[in-house]
């Protein structure tokens, strides 16, 4: 079950409210980075093992990035944006992250007019052999590999169906009025968001602070990149403490 929060005090706290950083981190060889293409396999695994079964809405539906190809995609599309952090041990393994991405105003599905900005694009420049918004080889694939999956419906092979915590995420979006980044960022008077997808740290390494950590440090890299608010689902007690 997902627990909410109201949707200003939640965002406005994580960029308003700073945990200073200790010299416990330093003193035991830990260190806080943008994570690089290096790190994205060690990410992938982290994921894999250690947030996938034990975050509450992916364990009770079974997604994980080996049951379900889009779950893959959807980690490495934020991590191809370079907006992650990611805490590193002493010998330089990934230990913990913060895995998002920054939404645009504009970008966000809805244009200042109130227009579905995704949907008169889908009418536009989609079709099977063509993608209008794809820039490169990775983007024209998983274009074309969705709309086969679409194309192919329940003949498609359940590692290239839709996960299935993907339609409770979506509905809990809805329900909690999270759904619209536009109507969020008019609230919150922001045009730049940062979207925190995942926030996991290693069993190993676990009740030390590094996921509060991993939330500053996220949290300052946002600001930088000037983003004046964001958006999170604590889907377990844990978490939501941070937040």
């Known amino acids: 079950?997902?627990?909410?929060?109201?949707?200003?005090?939640?965002?406005?706290?994580?960029?308003?409210?700073?945990?200073?950083?200790?010299?416990?981190?330093?003193?035991?060889?830990i260190t806080f980075q943008m994570a690089n293409s290096s790190h994205f396999r060690q990410i992938h695994q982290?994921?894999?093992?250690?947030?996938?079964?034990?975050?509450?809405?992916?364990?009770?539906?079974?997604?994980?990035?080996?049951?379900?190809?889009?779950?893959w995609v959807w980690v490495e599309n934020a991590l191809l944006k370079f907006q992650t952090v990611v805490a590193l041990d002493q010998y330089g393994t990934v230990i913990g992250v913060n895995l998002g991405k920054d939404e645009e105003k504009e970008e966000a599905g809805m244009a200042?007019?109130?227009?579905?900005?995704?949907?008169?694009?889908?009418?536009?420049?989609?079709s099977l052999f063509w993608c209008a918004d794809c820039t490169n080889l990775w983007e024209y694939q998983i274009h074309f590999l969705w709309i086969?999956?679409?194309?192919?419906?329940?003949?498609?092979?359940?590692?290239?169906?839709?996960?299935?915590?993907?339609?409770?995420?979506?509905?809990?979006?809805?329900?909690?009025?999270?759904?619209?980044f536009t109507k969020l960022m008019s609230e919150l008077k922001c045009r730049r968001m940062?979207?925190?997808?995942?926030?996991?740290?290693?069993?190993?390494?676990?009740?030390?602070?590094?996921g509060t950590e991993l939330v500053r440090v996220g949290e300052e890299e946002a600001r930088g990149r000037g983003c004046g608010c964001a958006r999170v689902f604590a889907t377990s007690r844990f978490s939501a403490r941070i937040f």
């Open 194 to 210: 940062y979207d925190l997808f995942v926030l996991s740290v290693r069993r190993s390494a676990r009740v030390r602070g590094l």
């Open 148 to 180: 086969l999956k679409t194309f192919f419906g329940s003949l498609t092979p359940s590692y290239f169906g839709n996960p299935p915590d993907s339609a409770v995420y979506n509905k809990a979006s809805e329900i909690l009025g999270y759904k619209n």
């Open 112 to 126: 200042d007019d109130g227009k579905d900005v995704d949907a008169e694009e889908d009418e536009e420049g989609t």
């Open 1 to 29: 079950m997902v627990e909410n929060f109201s949707c200003s005090m939640l965002l406005l706290c994580i960029l308003c409210v700073g945990v200073p950083a200790g010299s416990a981190f330093d003193d035991q060889g």
């Open 46 to 71: 982290l994921l894999e093992e250690d947030f996938f079964p034990d975050e509450p809405m992916s364990r009770s539906c079974g997604s994980t990035q080996s049951a379900y190809y889009w779950t």
